[in-house]
């Protein structure tokens, strides 16, 4: 209101330093509302799902048992077996590596190359690799279906393992986008052009120039494919595989204080992960303003 | 060949030869480039253009395999509608609340702080997760928080005594509620470039050619805005419409909501009368996505003009 008032009396003056003062207190009231609200909102849950893992919702007895039960990784005291819990976790995490392996190798010399040479397949890359967004898990799954049936009956099997394939398509958006941070972010070109003139082949200028230069942005990819695959259930659940989300909903039907604690586990696994990749990216942006 | 490639060098007097050579060489790393990209090319095709067209595909195909639009017929079965009416309002309504919400939170976030200040990058951080934090694991917070023996609905009876829906849950509204708590962390990612993108200095600019709060807000930065507001909408709106496992790990049984029905379609994919019935929903699905998907492009390419 003082700023209107100051305006309507000094319509083409600066408005004096009082009143933005003033204007910068009545913005740090509506910022500390708006902020304690949304966080407010976020964080409510979280701390139910804490609450809940320790009280016992029948007896209302409060106890550390699930946590017990999944680091002693003896559920029998809670009438749990917990062997699914486990196989889900094994698959869910080799499925990470795997999938993070294929995504390097088929993504990075690939976007290299044609950082380098061609603007066009670039662009091709870039609209085939963002594709996934628009074309949802469940649709995708609709059509791997007769795929993987094909593929676990004629050629390989039915272990989990072989999701790896469509979680690769599934990252690809986002691992897309942090390596092409990253190429952006340096002058490939020139490195290349300086090494080669130098007289280095092209696996030395690869490994030896351009991958040095390129690892924050190829952590950060893997690290967002990694928080992807561990959260990932439509695929595995919809093609009948066994991985860390079909595993907590199954568990979850017999035993859901023991899986609303695994859950807050991989969250907070995943809150790691994604701080480690702010922290990465800070010292990225750090890197090109220094430039 | 070589004629071609010999008129089409420069004739800057340099020998035919050496140009008609560099040429070759031009030539030849340009097919080594295209050869480079066929692993990633030939891998896309398998699993993502193969699925994609056996969605299409199927959504045209009867038993035996002929071409039919029969299975178009039942888009239009009360079920369906009303499951495309109900993730169609889901869609929207936590779209709305999650952009308005989240860019509330954005703006907070952008104004009287420093760039890289603790809370933002905390909350970003946050976000960030809570924004992939979808599935099942959504499903358990909301059941710990207000499920049958959730926490909040003992403190809520501890203290008001009023006794919360178990089925609130899986209600409209409760859905709504659910869906908001992955797409307003979704809208500070989105959004907050959008917000830093708005220099102080306008605000003063505007000041000293008279504007007042009022002016700034529907002068400059909302028309600013605006562009990079409706595209992040409709990105929000694709990830609601898309998302299934929240909803999966909610109502075993029901398919209010068109990925649950597609579940559904394909769980039973031998009845006869299912025939190519998930594949027509998954080709709807990709249509909705697309149209969004476009109009958000287009929106953005109108906000590059901005930039």
């Keep these: 209101m003082a700023v209107n008032n100051a305006d309507n009396t000094a319509p083409t003056a600066p408005m004096p330093p009082q009143l933005r003062a003033a204007r910068a207190r009545r913005q740090s009231i509506i910022k500390f509302v708006i902020l304690l609200f949304t966080l407010g909102f976020l964080l409510v849950p979280l701390i139910a799902m804490l609450v809940f893992t320790l009280r016992h919702p029948l007896s209302g007895r409060w106890s550390l048992a699930p946590w017990v039960a999944i680091f002693t990784g003896n559920g029998e005291t809670l009438g749990a077996d917990l062997t699914v819990l486990w196989q889900g976790l094994g698959s869910s995490l080799a499925l990470c590596v795997v999938t993070v392996a294929i995504m390097l190798l088929l993504m990075v010399p690939t976007m290299v190359i044609v950082h380098i040479r061609s603007r066009a397949l670039e662009r091709a890359i870039e609209w085939v690799a963002t594709l996934p967004l628009t074309i949802p898990a469940i649709v995708l799954v609709v059509g791997l279906g007769p795929i993987y049936r094909w593929l676990s009956a004629d050629v390989l099997n039915t272990n989990p393992i072989w999701l790896c394939f469509a979680y690769v398509v599934l990252v690809m958006p986002f691992a897309f986008r942090a390596i092409a941070v990253g190429l952006n972010s340096i002058d490939v070109k020139t490195l290349v052009e300086a090494s080669r003139s130098l007289g280095a082949s092209w696996p030395k200028v690869f490994f030896k120039v351009i991958i040095p230069n390129l690892w924050q942005s190829i952590l950060s990819a893997s690290f967002i494919s990694i928080a992807v695959v561990l959260g990932e259930y439509t695929v595995a659940s919809l093609l009948g595989r066994m991985n860390l989300q079909v595993a907590l909903y199954q568990l979850g039907q017999s035993n859901s204080q023991i899986s609303t604690a695994m859950s807050l586990l991989a969250l907070l696994f995943g809150v790691v992960l994604l701080v480690a990749l702010d922290l990465i990216s800070g010292a990225m942006r750090k890197r090109k303003e220094g430039k | ?307």
């Design chain 2, 1 to 307: 060949m070589t004629a071609a490639i010999v008129s089409s060098a420069p004739a800057t007097g340099k020998g035919a030869a050496r140009s008609a050579t560099s040429a070759l060489a031009k030539h030849r790393q340009e097919l080594s480039t295209v050869a480079v990209t066929i692993p990633f090319f030939a891998y896309t095709a398998c699993f993502l253009l193969a699925p994609t067209i056996i969605v299409i595909i199927g959504a045209f195909q009867t038993r035996d395999g002929g071409f039919t639009l029969a299975n178009f017929a039942k888009l239009a079965e009360p079920n369906t509608i009303s499951a495309f009416v109900t993730s169609i309002l889901v869609s929207i309504a936590s779209s709305v609340i999650g952009a308005i919400v989240g860019g509330l939170a954005s703006y907070a976030l952008v104004i009287g702080t420093k760039p890289n200040g603790l809370l933002r990058r905390m909350v970003s951080a946050i976000s960030s997760v809570l924004a992939q934090f979808g599935g099942v694991m959504l499903a358990f917070a909301f059941i710990a928080t207000i499920g049958i023996n959730g926490i909040g609905t003992m403190l809520i009876k501890a203290v008001t005594g009023l006794t919360v829906n178990p089925n609130w849950l899986s209600s409209l509204p409760g859905l709504i509620t659910i869906y908001c708590y992955f797409q307003i962390p979704l809208m500070i990612i989105i959004f907050l470039p959008a917000v830093d993108s708005i220099r102080p200095q306008w605000r003063e600019a505007c000041e000293s050619l008279g504007g007042n709060t009022w002016d700034y807000w529907t002068r400059v930065a909302l028309p600013i805005l605006a562009p990079r507001f409706i595209s992040a909408f409709l990105l929000l709106f694709a990830s609601a419409f898309s998302a299934y496992a929240t909803a999966a790990a909610l109502f075993s049984q029901r398919s209010i909501l068109v990925p649950l029905m597609i579940q559904g379609a394909m769980r039973n994919e031998m009845d006869p009368s299912q025939q190519g019935f998930a594949q027509v929903l998954a080709f709807a699905m990709i249509i909705v996505v697309a149209i969004v998907m476009m109009l958000s492009h287009a929106v953005e390419k109108r906000a590059g003009r901005w930039q």
